[in-house]
Protein backbone atom coordinates (compact mmCIF):
# COMPACT_ATOMS: atom_id res chain seq x y z
CA UNK A 1 0.00 0.00 0.00
CA UNK A 2 3.11 2.18 0.54
CA UNK A 3 5.11 1.34 -2.36
CA UNK A 4 2.95 3.47 -5.04
CA UNK A 5 2.78 6.86 -3.15
CA UNK A 6 6.53 6.49 -2.44
CA UNK A 7 6.88 6.10 -6.04
CA UNK A 8 4.93 8.70 -7.17
CA UNK A 9 6.96 11.27 -4.23
CA UNK A 10 10.25 9.72 -6.34
CA UNK A 11 8.88 10.43 -9.96
CA UNK A 12 7.68 14.24 -8.70
CA UNK A 13 11.17 14.65 -7.42
CA UNK A 14 12.85 13.48 -11.05
CA UNK A 15 10.71 16.22 -12.59
CA UNK A 16 11.30 18.90 -10.24
CA UNK A 17 15.03 18.00 -10.61
CA UNK A 18 14.96 18.22 -14.31
CA UNK A 19 13.11 21.52 -14.82
CA UNK A 20 13.78 23.94 -11.97
CA UNK A 21 11.22 26.32 -10.48
CA UNK A 22 12.49 29.66 -13.25
CA UNK A 23 11.90 33.06 -11.94
CA UNK A 24 9.25 35.42 -14.11
CA UNK A 25 10.52 38.50 -15.75
CA UNK A 26 8.85 41.49 -14.69
CA UNK A 27 8.20 42.15 -18.32
CA UNK A 28 6.21 38.83 -18.10
CA UNK A 29 4.45 39.77 -15.04
CA UNK A 30 3.71 43.09 -15.22
CA UNK A 31 2.79 42.64 -19.45
CA UNK A 32 -0.62 44.93 -20.39
CA UNK A 33 -3.14 42.62 -22.55
CA UNK A 34 -6.51 43.45 -23.12
CA UNK A 35 -8.12 42.70 -20.72
CA UNK A 36 -8.53 46.00 -17.99
CA UNK A 37 -5.60 45.84 -14.84
CA UNK A 38 -4.50 48.94 -12.59
CA UNK A 39 -8.31 49.72 -11.95
CA UNK A 40 -8.49 52.70 -9.92
CA UNK A 41 -10.93 55.30 -8.00
CA UNK A 42 -9.98 58.70 -7.44
CA UNK A 43 -12.01 61.85 -7.60
CA UNK A 44 -11.63 64.78 -9.92
CA UNK A 45 -14.83 66.19 -8.81
CA UNK A 46 -17.22 66.40 -6.45
CA UNK A 47 -17.25 63.23 -4.55
CA UNK A 48 -21.33 63.78 -3.93
CA UNK A 49 -22.02 63.77 -7.66
CA UNK A 50 -18.95 62.15 -9.62
CA UNK A 51 -16.41 59.38 -8.96
CA UNK A 52 -13.29 59.15 -11.55
CA UNK A 53 -11.96 56.04 -12.41
CA UNK A 54 -8.54 54.97 -14.33
CA UNK A 55 -7.72 51.59 -16.27
CA UNK A 56 -4.54 50.46 -18.23
CA UNK A 57 -4.86 48.05 -21.38
CA UNK A 58 -2.06 47.23 -24.11
CA UNK A 59 -2.14 49.01 -27.30
CA UNK A 60 -4.24 46.80 -29.06
CA UNK A 61 -7.31 48.24 -27.34
CA UNK A 62 -8.06 52.11 -28.65
CA UNK A 63 -10.92 52.68 -27.28
CA UNK A 64 -11.69 52.49 -23.46
CA UNK A 65 -15.52 51.93 -22.42
CA UNK A 66 -16.83 52.25 -18.73
CA UNK A 67 -20.47 51.09 -17.44
CA UNK A 68 -22.17 52.29 -14.30
CA UNK A 69 -25.54 51.60 -12.49
CA UNK A 70 -27.37 52.27 -9.10
CA UNK A 71 -26.79 48.98 -7.20
CA UNK A 72 -29.65 46.81 -6.89
CA UNK A 73 -30.28 43.87 -4.18
CA UNK A 74 -29.88 41.47 -7.09
CA UNK A 75 -28.45 41.10 -10.17
CA UNK A 76 -30.77 43.07 -12.50
CA UNK A 77 -28.79 46.24 -12.26
CA UNK A 78 -27.13 45.51 -15.89
CA UNK A 79 -30.16 46.77 -17.71
CA UNK A 80 -29.83 50.24 -16.17
CA UNK A 81 -26.37 51.01 -16.85
CA UNK A 82 -24.99 54.15 -19.00
CA UNK A 83 -22.55 54.11 -20.77
CA UNK A 84 -19.17 56.29 -21.09
CA UNK A 85 -16.45 56.64 -23.34
CA UNK A 86 -13.31 56.69 -21.67
CA UNK A 87 -9.91 59.24 -22.66
CA UNK A 88 -7.43 57.22 -23.44
CA UNK A 89 -3.55 57.78 -23.32
CA UNK A 90 -0.44 56.18 -24.35
CA UNK A 91 2.67 55.57 -22.08
CA UNK A 92 5.84 54.05 -22.63
CA UNK A 93 7.58 52.68 -19.71
CA UNK A 94 10.86 50.78 -18.95
CA UNK A 95 9.41 47.35 -19.99
CA UNK A 96 5.79 48.30 -21.84
CA UNK A 97 3.64 50.36 -23.70
CA UNK A 98 0.10 50.43 -22.65
CA UNK A 99 -2.89 52.56 -23.01
CA UNK A 100 -4.19 54.03 -19.85
CA UNK A 101 -8.00 54.54 -19.64
CA UNK A 102 -9.82 57.35 -17.67
CA UNK A 103 -13.95 58.69 -17.23
CA UNK A 104 -15.32 60.80 -14.80
CA UNK A 105 -18.76 59.79 -14.00
CA UNK A 106 -20.91 62.60 -13.38
CA UNK A 107 -24.65 63.54 -12.52
CA UNK A 108 -24.62 60.90 -9.60
CA UNK A 109 -26.71 61.22 -6.93
CA UNK A 110 -25.20 61.71 -3.36
CA UNK A 111 -24.67 59.12 -0.70
CA UNK A 112 -25.68 56.58 -3.36
CA UNK A 113 -24.38 52.84 -3.94
CA UNK A 114 -23.20 52.15 -7.50
CA UNK A 115 -21.89 49.76 -9.57
CA UNK A 116 -19.37 49.75 -12.43
CA UNK A 117 -17.46 48.09 -15.38
CA UNK A 118 -14.44 48.84 -17.31
CA UNK A 119 -13.29 47.29 -20.65
CA UNK A 120 -13.69 47.42 -24.56
CA UNK A 121 -17.03 45.99 -25.26
CA UNK A 122 -16.19 42.86 -25.39
CA UNK A 123 -13.51 42.51 -22.69
CA UNK A 124 -14.63 43.68 -19.15
CA UNK A 125 -13.79 43.93 -15.62
CA UNK A 126 -16.10 42.22 -13.17
CA UNK A 127 -18.56 44.71 -11.56
CA UNK A 128 -17.38 46.98 -8.65
CA UNK A 129 -18.92 48.71 -6.20
CA UNK A 130 -18.73 52.18 -3.83
CA UNK A 131 -20.82 54.71 -2.50
CA UNK A 132 -21.01 58.28 -2.95
CA UNK A 133 -19.92 61.07 -0.27
CA UNK A 134 -22.93 62.49 1.23
CA UNK A 135 -23.79 66.02 -0.19
CA UNK A 136 -23.03 67.71 3.07
CA UNK A 137 -21.30 67.16 6.74
CA UNK A 138 -21.26 63.93 7.89
CA UNK A 139 -19.65 61.26 9.72
CA UNK A 140 -16.65 59.67 7.69
CA UNK A 141 -13.90 57.39 8.14
CA UNK A 142 -10.48 57.09 6.07
CA UNK A 143 -7.31 55.43 5.93
CA UNK A 144 -3.90 57.16 5.95
CA UNK A 145 -0.20 55.27 4.94
CA UNK A 146 3.18 56.34 4.72
CA UNK A 147 5.48 55.22 1.93
CA UNK A 148 5.07 52.17 1.03
CA UNK A 149 8.04 52.24 -1.25
CA UNK A 150 9.71 49.09 -1.36
CA UNK A 151 9.00 45.17 -1.23
CA UNK A 152 5.44 46.46 -1.87
CA UNK A 153 4.10 43.38 -3.03
CA UNK A 154 5.61 41.12 -0.59
CA UNK A 155 5.16 43.12 2.52
CA UNK A 156 3.19 46.02 1.99
CA UNK A 157 0.57 43.62 0.53
CA UNK A 158 -0.62 42.86 4.52
CA UNK A 159 -0.46 46.32 5.71
CA UNK A 160 -2.90 47.91 3.48
CA UNK A 161 -5.53 44.69 3.81
CA UNK A 162 -5.17 44.94 7.58
CA UNK A 163 -5.96 48.46 7.39
CA UNK A 164 -9.20 47.67 5.08
CA UNK A 165 -10.22 45.41 7.78
CA UNK A 166 -9.69 47.67 10.47
CA UNK A 167 -11.93 50.74 8.71
CA UNK A 168 -14.37 48.32 6.43
CA UNK A 169 -15.95 51.74 5.57
CA UNK A 170 -13.52 53.74 4.95
CA UNK A 171 -14.29 56.54 2.00
CA UNK A 172 -10.91 57.07 0.98
CA UNK A 173 -7.20 56.46 1.58
CA UNK A 174 -4.25 59.01 1.56
CA UNK A 175 -0.95 57.90 0.29
CA UNK A 176 1.53 60.69 1.89
CA UNK A 177 4.18 59.98 -1.37
CA UNK A 178 6.87 57.49 -2.07
CA UNK A 179 4.54 55.20 -3.12
CA UNK A 180 7.21 53.16 -5.18
CA UNK A 181 10.82 53.29 -5.11
CA UNK A 182 11.52 54.48 -8.41
CA UNK A 183 8.50 56.47 -10.09
CA UNK A 184 10.00 55.55 -13.29
CA UNK A 185 9.42 51.49 -13.18
CA UNK A 186 6.63 50.25 -14.51
CA UNK A 187 7.51 46.95 -12.31
CA UNK A 188 6.93 48.53 -9.08
CA UNK A 189 3.56 50.25 -10.10
CA UNK A 190 2.38 47.09 -11.03
CA UNK A 191 3.57 45.68 -7.33
CA UNK A 192 1.48 48.41 -5.88
CA UNK A 193 -1.97 48.06 -8.10
CA UNK A 194 -1.00 44.21 -6.91
CA UNK A 195 -0.34 44.37 -3.41
CA UNK A 196 -4.32 46.61 -2.94
CA UNK A 197 -6.11 44.42 -5.44
CA UNK A 198 -9.90 45.01 -5.28
CA UNK A 199 -9.80 47.50 -2.63
CA UNK A 200 -8.71 50.51 -5.10
CA UNK A 201 -11.46 49.06 -7.39
CA UNK A 202 -13.88 50.22 -4.26
CA UNK A 203 -12.44 52.74 -2.42
CA UNK A 204 -11.24 56.17 -3.47
CA UNK A 205 -7.13 57.11 -3.18
CA UNK A 206 -5.98 60.77 -2.63
CA UNK A 207 -2.25 60.56 -3.30
CA UNK A 208 0.52 62.75 -3.19
CA UNK A 209 3.62 62.03 -4.28
CA UNK A 210 6.85 61.64 -2.64
CA UNK A 211 10.73 62.53 -4.03
CA UNK A 212 10.59 59.21 -4.96
CA UNK A 213 7.81 59.55 -7.53
CA UNK A 214 10.74 62.40 -9.34
CA UNK A 215 13.57 59.84 -10.46
CA UNK A 216 16.72 61.97 -11.62
CA UNK A 217 14.19 65.17 -10.12
CA UNK A 218 11.87 64.48 -13.01
CA UNK A 219 8.48 64.04 -12.04
CA UNK A 220 7.27 60.49 -13.13
CA UNK A 221 5.17 59.94 -16.37
CA UNK A 222 3.12 57.30 -14.14
CA UNK A 223 1.17 59.39 -12.25
CA UNK A 224 -0.81 60.91 -14.09
CA UNK A 225 -1.48 58.46 -16.15
CA UNK A 226 -2.87 56.09 -13.61
CA UNK A 227 -4.29 59.03 -11.52
CA UNK A 228 -7.43 61.01 -12.55
CA UNK A 229 -7.15 63.54 -9.96
CA UNK A 230 -8.66 67.21 -9.41
CA UNK A 231 -6.45 70.10 -11.37
CA UNK A 232 -8.07 73.21 -9.30
CA UNK A 233 -4.03 73.57 -7.88
CA UNK A 234 -1.16 75.64 -8.60
CA UNK A 235 -0.49 75.91 -12.84
CA UNK A 236 2.03 73.32 -13.55
CA UNK A 237 1.03 70.98 -10.34
CA UNK A 238 -1.67 69.78 -11.19
CA UNK A 239 -3.14 66.42 -10.09
CA UNK A 240 -0.21 66.63 -7.67
CA UNK A 241 -1.41 69.59 -5.80
CA UNK A 242 -5.01 69.62 -5.15
CA UNK A 243 -7.64 69.98 -3.01
CA UNK A 244 -11.36 67.90 -2.54
CA UNK A 245 -14.02 68.82 -0.05
CA UNK A 246 -15.90 65.66 1.20
CA UNK A 247 -18.87 65.42 3.91
CA UNK A 248 -17.50 68.78 5.63
CA UNK A 249 -13.52 67.75 5.03
CA UNK A 250 -11.45 69.80 3.20
CA UNK A 251 -8.24 67.16 1.70
CA UNK A 252 -5.40 69.23 0.23
CA UNK A 253 -2.67 67.44 -1.40
CA UNK A 254 0.85 69.52 -1.70
CA UNK A 255 3.66 68.63 -3.65
CA UNK A 256 6.48 69.22 -1.57
CA UNK A 257 9.21 68.63 -4.02
CA UNK A 258 8.56 71.75 -6.04
CA UNK A 259 7.44 75.28 -6.31
CA UNK A 260 7.13 76.15 -2.31
CA UNK A 261 6.62 79.48 -2.81
CA UNK A 262 3.65 79.45 -5.04
CA UNK A 263 1.80 76.69 -3.30
CA UNK A 264 1.91 78.64 -0.01
CA UNK A 265 0.31 81.32 -1.74
CA UNK A 266 -2.30 79.14 -3.46
CA UNK A 267 -3.11 77.23 0.33
CA UNK A 268 -2.86 80.32 2.01
CA UNK A 269 -5.57 81.44 -0.14
CA UNK A 270 -7.81 78.60 -0.06
CA UNK A 271 -8.05 78.42 3.44
CA UNK A 272 -9.59 82.32 3.88
CA UNK A 273 -11.94 81.34 1.55
CA UNK A 274 -12.86 77.90 3.43
CA UNK A 275 -15.90 77.26 5.02
CA UNK A 276 -15.04 73.65 6.00
CA UNK A 277 -15.22 72.54 9.69
CA UNK A 278 -12.53 70.42 9.42
CA UNK A 279 -9.19 70.92 7.45
CA UNK A 280 -6.48 68.70 6.77
CA UNK A 281 -3.05 68.75 4.25
CA UNK A 282 -1.13 65.80 3.21
CA UNK A 283 2.35 66.26 1.36
CA UNK A 284 5.82 63.97 2.19
CA UNK A 285 8.38 65.98 3.96
CA UNK A 286 7.45 66.31 7.52
CA UNK A 287 6.95 69.87 8.83
CA UNK A 288 9.02 68.09 12.09
CA UNK A 289 11.04 64.90 11.08
CA UNK A 290 11.18 62.23 13.12
CA UNK A 291 13.65 60.58 10.92
CA UNK A 292 18.11 60.58 12.41
CA UNK A 293 19.83 63.42 10.24
CA UNK A 294 16.74 65.06 8.87
CA UNK A 295 14.95 68.60 9.21
CA UNK A 296 12.73 70.63 6.46
CA UNK A 297 13.72 73.78 8.17
CA UNK A 298 12.53 75.83 4.66
CA UNK A 299 9.38 73.71 4.84
CA UNK A 300 8.34 74.59 8.35
CA UNK A 301 9.21 78.53 7.86
CA UNK A 302 7.11 77.97 5.04
CA UNK A 303 3.99 76.50 5.68
CA UNK A 304 3.54 76.55 9.78
CA UNK A 305 2.42 79.70 9.92
CA UNK A 306 -0.27 79.75 6.71
CA UNK A 307 -1.40 76.21 9.36
CA UNK A 308 -1.32 78.63 12.12
CA UNK A 309 -2.91 81.34 10.78
CA UNK A 310 -6.21 79.47 9.22
CA UNK A 311 -6.36 76.83 12.19
CA UNK A 312 -5.30 73.73 10.30
CA UNK A 313 -6.41 70.49 12.41
CA UNK A 314 -4.06 67.85 10.80
CA UNK A 315 -1.02 67.39 8.67
CA UNK A 316 -0.10 63.88 7.11
CA UNK A 317 3.17 63.52 6.07
CA UNK A 318 5.60 60.39 5.40
CA UNK A 319 9.49 60.62 3.87
CA UNK A 320 11.13 59.45 7.54
CA UNK A 321 10.52 55.77 7.57
CA UNK A 322 9.63 55.82 11.25
CA UNK A 323 6.57 57.15 13.16
CA UNK A 324 5.87 60.14 15.58
CA UNK A 325 3.50 62.63 16.21
CA UNK A 326 3.00 65.86 17.96
CA UNK A 327 0.74 67.06 20.49
CA UNK A 328 -1.52 70.27 19.47
CA UNK A 329 1.29 72.39 17.74
CA UNK A 330 0.76 76.20 18.24
CA UNK A 331 2.73 78.34 16.71
CA UNK A 332 3.03 82.47 15.44
CA UNK A 333 -0.52 83.18 15.89
CA UNK A 334 -1.77 81.50 19.06
CA UNK A 335 -2.98 84.65 20.41
CA UNK A 336 -5.41 84.48 18.20
CA UNK A 337 -6.90 81.34 19.56
CA UNK A 338 -7.02 79.54 16.20
CA UNK A 339 -3.55 78.14 15.71
CA UNK A 340 -3.35 74.71 16.96
CA UNK A 341 -1.89 71.38 14.44
CA UNK A 342 -1.34 68.11 14.96
CA UNK A 343 1.54 67.00 13.03
CA UNK A 344 2.20 62.92 11.92
CA UNK A 345 4.89 61.24 10.54
CA UNK A 346 4.10 57.39 9.77
CA UNK A 347 5.02 54.86 7.50
CA UNK A 348 3.60 51.59 6.05
CA UNK A 349 6.29 49.51 3.78
CA UNK A 350 9.42 47.65 5.35
CA UNK A 351 11.66 50.22 4.49
CA UNK A 352 13.04 51.54 7.80
CA UNK A 353 15.29 54.37 9.34
CA UNK A 354 16.24 55.04 12.74
CA UNK A 355 14.25 57.49 15.27
CA UNK A 356 15.39 61.16 16.40
CA UNK A 357 12.70 61.77 18.94
CA UNK A 358 11.78 65.51 19.40
CA UNK A 359 10.73 66.68 22.75
CA UNK A 360 7.21 67.64 21.18
CA UNK A 361 6.26 63.94 20.48
CA UNK A 362 4.74 62.19 22.52
CA UNK A 363 4.69 58.76 21.24
CA UNK A 364 7.15 57.54 18.60
CA UNK A 365 8.13 53.85 16.80
CA UNK A 366 11.01 52.46 14.76
CA UNK A 367 10.69 48.76 12.36
CA UNK A 368 7.04 49.62 12.69
CA UNK A 369 5.04 49.29 9.84
CA UNK A 370 1.78 50.83 10.24
CA UNK A 371 -1.46 52.45 9.43
CA UNK A 372 -3.86 54.90 10.32
CA UNK A 373 -7.67 55.30 10.87
CA UNK A 374 -8.95 58.77 11.20
CA UNK A 375 -12.44 59.27 11.86
CA UNK A 376 -14.48 62.61 12.13
CA UNK A 377 -18.24 63.30 13.30
CA UNK A 378 -19.87 66.40 14.11
CA UNK A 379 -17.11 68.36 16.28
CA UNK A 380 -14.65 65.22 16.97
CA UNK A 381 -11.95 63.39 15.20
CA UNK A 382 -10.80 60.33 16.39
CA UNK A 383 -7.11 59.32 15.68
CA UNK A 384 -5.51 55.62 15.74
CA UNK A 385 -2.62 54.13 14.49
CA UNK A 386 -2.36 50.75 13.99
CA UNK A 387 0.65 48.27 13.15
CA UNK A 388 0.63 45.57 10.51
CA UNK A 389 -0.84 43.07 12.87
CA UNK A 390 -3.61 45.31 13.58
CA UNK A 391 -2.99 46.21 17.19
CA UNK A 392 -3.51 49.59 18.30
CA UNK A 393 -0.19 51.49 19.08
CA UNK A 394 -0.87 55.37 19.38
CA UNK A 395 -4.63 57.33 19.70
CA UNK A 396 -5.85 60.47 20.59
CA UNK A 397 -9.02 62.77 20.31
CA UNK A 398 -9.67 66.26 19.16
CA UNK A 399 -12.48 68.60 19.89
CA UNK A 400 -13.84 71.63 18.26
CA UNK A 401 -13.87 74.45 21.10
CA UNK A 402 -14.97 77.82 19.58
CA UNK A 403 -12.68 80.65 18.99
CA UNK A 404 -10.41 78.38 20.67
CA UNK A 405 -7.43 75.48 19.60
CA UNK A 406 -8.51 72.12 19.25
CA UNK A 407 -8.87 70.01 22.59
CA UNK A 408 -6.42 66.89 22.65
CA UNK A 409 -7.48 63.81 24.89
CA UNK A 410 -5.12 60.88 24.34
CA UNK A 411 -5.81 58.06 24.18
CA UNK A 412 -2.23 56.01 24.07
CA UNK A 413 -2.56 52.51 24.63
CA UNK A 414 -0.79 51.38 28.11
CA UNK A 415 1.86 49.32 25.78
CA UNK A 416 5.68 49.99 25.89
CA UNK A 417 6.73 52.16 22.61
CA UNK A 418 8.18 50.14 20.15
CA UNK A 419 11.66 51.27 19.95
CA UNK A 420 15.25 49.75 20.33
CA UNK A 421 16.85 50.29 23.90
CA UNK A 422 19.89 52.18 23.57
CA UNK A 423 22.84 51.22 22.86
CA UNK A 424 25.68 50.54 25.71
CA UNK A 425 28.46 53.03 25.75
CA UNK A 426 31.80 51.31 24.44
CA UNK A 427 33.88 49.17 27.52
CA UNK A 428 37.00 51.06 28.40
CA UNK A 429 40.00 50.39 26.92
CA UNK A 430 42.34 47.33 28.87
CA UNK A 431 45.15 49.07 30.26
Not at 327 to 350: E, I, L
Request: net charge neutral; proline share 8%; charged share 20%.
Amino acid sequence: MLLRPLAATFCCLSLLSAHPPQKVAPEQTYRPTPAPDRIILTWSGDPATTQAVTWRTDTSIEKGLAEIAPATHGPQFPKQAKQFTAATESLKSDINEAHYHSVSFTALQPDTVYVYRVGDGVNWSEWNQFRTASAGPAPIEFIYVGDAQTDIFSMWSRVIREALLSAPRTRFIVHAGDLVNVGSTDALWGEWHRAAGWINQSVSSFPSPGNHEYPKKVFTAHWRKQFTLPENGVPGLEESNYFVDVQGVRMISINSNEKHQEQAAWLDNLLTTSTARWVLVTFHHPIFSTGKGRDNKELRELFQPIFDKHGVDMVLTGHDHTYGRTNVVTGASVQTGRAGTVYVVSVSGPKMYKIDRKPNMPRVAQDTQLFQVIRIDGDRLVYESRTARGDLYDSFELRKRKGRANQMISRVPATPELIPAPEPPPAPAKP
